[in-house]
Nanobody
Framework: QVRLVESGGGLVQAGGSLRLSCAASGRTFSLYPMGWFRQTPGKEREFVAAISRSGGSTGYADSVKGRFTISRDNAKSALYLQLNSLKPDDTAVYYC??????????????????????WGQGTQVTVSA
C-alpha cells in the first residue's frame, strides 16, 4: 500500500516557476514508476510527466515539454515536478501517482491515467495572466 501527499502548489504569475513535491509512504517507493497528472473543472485528468522506477527514463506531455522537469529521489521516497515558464493554461490541480510493480522493464513508465494504482490528494496550481 502506498500513500502519496503532494505539496508546493500556489498562485504564481505567468512566466513564473513552482516546484511540486510528492512524499510517499513505505520503503518500496523505488519499485514504482511514478507520474504527474493534472485536472481542471469539467475536463478529464490528463498526463503531464512520468518517470521510471530508477529515474533513468522520463516522458512529458507535448504541452509541457521543455518547461517542466520530473525527478525522483528514491532514498527520500520523494517525487518532484519543476514547473517553469508557467502559463495560465497550466492552472489545474496537480496529482502524483504510483504505478504498482508489474512485469515491464525497469525503464518503463505509463502515460495513461488508468495504469496508475495510487493517487495523492492533489495540490492546486494557479497561474495568473
Amino acid at each position: 500500500q502506498v500513500r502519496l501527499v503532494e505539496s508546493g502548489g500556489g498562485l504564481v504569475q505567468a512566466g513564473g516557476s513552482l516546484r511540486l513535491s510528492c512524499a510517499a509512504s513505505g520503503r518500496t517507493f523505488s519499485l514504482y514508476p511514478m507520474g504527474w497528472f493534472r485536472q481542471t473543472p469539467g475536463k478529464e485528468r490528463e498526463f503531464v510527466a512520468a518517470i521510471s522506477r530508477s529515474g533513468g527514463s522520463t516522458g512529458y506531455a507535448d504541452s509541457v515539454k521543455g518547461r517542466f522537469t520530473i525527478s525522483r529521489d528514491n532514498a527520500k521516497s520523494a517525487l518532484y515536478l519543476q514547473l517553469n515558464s508557467l502559463k495560465p493554461d497550466d492552472t489545474a490541480v496537480y496529482y502524483c501517482a504510483a504505478d504498482a510493480p508489474k512485469s515491464y522493464s525497469g525503464n518503463y513508465y505509463s502515460t495513461e491515467v488508468g495504469e496508475y494504482d495510487y493517487w495523492g490528494q492533489g495540490t492546486q496550481v494557479t497561474v495568473s495572466a
